[in-house]
C-alpha cells in the first residue's frame, strides 16, 4: 500500500540546477532512512546521497559539494537539489525508503523504491 513517485527530473545544460522530488503516501506509519539512488547505462545502481530519520546525511564522492538531499516529514517527501550539474550526471536517478508499515497487529520496517526520474545534462 506504500508507493514512492519520483519527479523533477528533464534535460538540463552542464552547470545548471535540478531539483528532485520523490513524494511517498500510503499506509506509513513512520519514514525511517531516505536516499537517492542513481543508473548510468552500462553501469550498476549507486547511492548518491542518503538521510536517516535523524538527520545524518551522507553523498557518494563525485556529488559531495553539489547536491543537497533533505526532506519534508510533514509533506512525506524527499528532495535532492542538484547543482552544477555535469554530463556524468546523467542516469535514472531512483528514490528509495525504509518505511515502518502496519502488518497486521504491529508495524514492521520495509525497503520501498520508486520507479525513477531520468535526469539528462546535456548542452
Known amino acids: 500500500q506504500v508507493q514512492l513517485v519520483e519527479s523533477g527530473g528533464g534535460l538540463v545544460q552542464p552547470g545548471g540546477s535540478l531539483r528532485l522530488s520523490c513524494a511517498a503516501s500510503?499506509?506509513?506509519?513512520?519514514?525511517?532512512?531516505m536516499g537517492w539512488y542513481r543508473q548510468a547505462p552500462g553501469k550498476q545502481r549507486e547511492l548518491v546521497a542518503r538521510?536517516?530519520?535523524?538527520?545524518?546525511?551522507n553523498y557518494a564522492d563525485s556529488v559531495r559539494g553539489r547536491f543537497t538531499i533533505s526532506r519534508d516529514n510533514a509533506k512525506n517527501t524527499m528532495y535532492l537539489q542538484m547543482n552544477s550539474l555535469k554530463p556524468e550526471d546523467t542516469a535514472v536517478y531512483y528514490c528509495?525508503?525504509?518505511?515502518?508499515?502496519?502488518?497486521?497487529?504491529?508495524?514492521?520496517?520495509?525497503?520501498?523504491w520508486g520507479q525513477g526520474t531520468q535526469v539528462t545534462v546535456s548542452s
Open positions: 500510503g499506509s506509513i506509519f513512520t519514514i525511517n532512512a
Open positions: 528509495n525508503a525504509q518505511i515502518g508499515s502496519w502488518h497486521y497487529a504491529e508495524v514492521k520496517e520495509f525497503d520501498y
Open positions: 538521510v536517516t530519520s535523524g538527520g545524518s546525511t
